[in-house]
């Protein structure tokens, strides 16, 4: 029985128990995503007021994410996840309460969401800047991948877990299922809490030394230090900028296009299902690779799978039957989870632990600020050019800024480990890139 558990979860105990916690949150996150618009629509609201509760949930991700990534340089990191899940969980557990009792009324879920929010903008910087005090350095794909193989198999299960739990016990028993996910990951981050080593208090201030470098900066200061750690290193900035090209030029392709050519010439949302399942089956087979794989040059790979992901744009649009564009999506989720393990573990390892979650927060940030730009104008620029002129247009923009990258010797060359002369590491408050090295 042990040989079927990776062997990541039965050497890295501290690690094992985070991941279960995180497991069932990501489930109830999935569940959510689905029974929140039913939640809406079931106390009379309008499409619209499903659009607004969604944004209030987004909104604070722009406002905060950075203030997150401070907070998370400065204080024992399972700490604020710890802060966020009970924060989330009761938010969670308010909506199912208010749609149980017949309270529930837009604005106040626009505003508990809202809350939800700003929860989420602390936990994402931490939970990345975590990661490393729990496992060694060459464990890290491998513990990336299981996250990642958690939420693609979650895009299968979750969808179909929330349409039973919708239909059995109503939007508020799904969303309690969601605060008890919640309760569950709080409970294993408090554990961990108690444990000690690394990921105590003890090891923010006494190993890492990361408090008594820090505490003297002030919080514009803080923001400063992290953003130079991103301009100082090329393959971080361009890794940046083609991550938000594929949010705001592809993903609108998956999340607004494709329902509209589903829904006009595939015969509706049940064959636009199966090629929704389809990516997130290719989404574990990347997970999986991502785990098996161990690429000489992560950024390299992750730059190739990149430019397969943006091809979404042109099998959407290429007219072929639904089946076929089924199976060709499913390739592209391979790429597009054997990327972001690839990219986020190579953060980690190359990025000083000490300002690592700052930089997570910039990266955050830019994916998430982006993205509503992409979803805003997609309708209206393929109403004026035609919705398969469109996708076209977005694959010849999206690929080869992907392929890009490898024109980066920064990119085509970076380890997958960090050298053991510290050549990578940048100095502890870099100074600003030289105009000719942000060129290159």
């Known amino acids: ?54 944004a209030a949930g987004l909104l604070p991700l722009l406002v905060f994410t950075l203030a997150g990534g401070v907070w998370a340089d400065r204080l024992p990191r399972q700490r604020i996840m710890l802060a966020s899940d009970l924060v989330r969980c009761a938010v969670q557990a308010a909506v199912a309460v208010l749609l149980f009792t017949g309270e529930a009324r837009v604005g106040v879920l626009a505003s508990l969401m809202a809350l939800f929010g700003v929860a989420d903008a602390f936990f994402l910087p ?3 800047g975590l990661l490393p005090l729990l496992v060694p350095a060459d464990r890290l794909r491998e513990a990336n991948a299981l996250r990642g193989f958690v939420q693609s198999g979650s895009l299968v299960v979750g969808p179909a877990l929330a349409g039973l739990l919708v239909a059995a ?6 969303l309690a299922v969601d605060a008890a ?17 690394a990921v105590g208090g003890g090891a923010v201030d006494g190993v890492d030394g990361r408090a008594e470098r820090d505490e003297r900066l002030g919080f514009l200061a803080e923001l400063r230090v992290g953003w130079q750690q991103v301009r100082s290193r090329t393959w971080v900035w361009s890794g940046m900028l083609a991550i938000a090209v594929y949010h705001v030029v592809v993903l609108p392709s998956v999340f607004v296009l494709g329902p509209v050519l589903a829904e006009r010439e595939w015969g509706g949302a049940d064959a636009w299902a199966v090629v929704v399942v389809a990516f997130g089956l290719g989404a574990i087979v990347g997970d999986v690779c991502a785990y098996r794989l161990k690429p000489a040059r992560p950024m390299a790979v992750a730059a190739v799978a990149m430019a397969v992901a943006s091809c979404q744009a042109l099998i959407i649009g290429s007219g072929a039957p639904v089946w076929a564009i089924a199976a060709l999506e499913a390739v592209t989720g391979v790429g597009v989870s054997l990327c972001f393990v690839l990219w986020e573990t190579s953060l980690q390892v190359h990025i000083p632990e000490r300002v690592l979650s700052r930089v997570s927060s910039y990266d955050h940030l830019i994916s998430v600020a982006l993205m509503p730009l992409g979803l805003v104008l997609a309708g209206p620029l393929s109403d004026r050019l035609g919705v398969r002129p469109m996708l076209f247009g977005m694959t010849a ?9 490898l024109a980066l010797p920064a990119i085509r060359r970076l380890p997958a480990s960090r ?8 100095p502890e408050r870099p100074e600003p890139a030289p105009a000719a090295a942000v060129g290159a």
């Open 169 to 174: 016990v109503g939007p508020g028993g799904a």
């Open 181 to 197: 996910s919640f309760a569950a990951s709080a409970a294993v981050l408090a554990r961990l809490g108690a444990v000690g080593g």
């Open 126 to 128: 931490a939970s990345t």
């Open 419 to 426: 050298p053991p002369t510290g050549a990578d590491a940048a």
């Open 1 to 54: 029985m042990g040989a079927l558990i990776p062997e990541v979860l039965r050497v890295e105990r501290q690690f094992a128990r985070l991941f279960v916690g995180q497991s069932l949150s990501v489930l109830g996150d999935r569940v959510s995503f689905v029974a929140l618009p039913f939640a809406v629509l079931s106390i009379g609201g309008s499409a619209a007021d499903v659009g607004l509760v969604t």
């Open 397 to 405: 923009l999206a690929v080869p800024a992907a392929l890009a990258l």
